[in-house]
């Protein structure tokens, strides 16, 4: 019988694994990799956390992608399952976006979300 591979909690896209890279070679410290989360807050409910990672917790779902190491928090592996992350440049502002597909709204800002927890597929 055929094994079906786990799909990654996270991907990145190109331009998040080039820029990744980029912020983590130019660290003050040695940290092996990103730590990337949710917490409760902001007027839609949820925002997205990031984070250097100095130490994997055993609870940490890890995935490697492009060459990144990425620590997804065990309490946020539901909401975030199937995410890509990606890196966009605009005139006015740069950072990283989340692509949820468990998001179901943002407010006004774009500072916090609204994510359901992914179903189980019988």
Do not use: H, W
């Amino acid at each position: 019988m055929a094994r079906l591979e786990r799909p990654k909690v996270v991907s990145l896209t190109d331009a998040a694994a080039e820029r990744v890279k980029r912020i983590m070679s130019s660290a003050d410290n040695n940290y092996i990799g990103v730590r990337v989360g949710v917490k409760n807050g902001g007027c839609a409910g949820m925002s997205y956390t990031m984070d250097y990672a100095e130490v994997q917790d055993p609870l940490d779902e890890v995935v490697e992608d492009k060459g990144v190491k990425i620590l997804v928090e065990a309490k946020a592996v539901l909401f975030l399952l199937g995410t890509e992350m990606d890196y966009q440049e605009g005139k006015l502002s740069s950072g990283f976006v989340f692509n949820n597909p468990n998001q179901t709204d943002a407010c006004g800002c774009g500072e916090s979300v609204s994510i359901t927890p992914a179903q189980a597929v019988n």
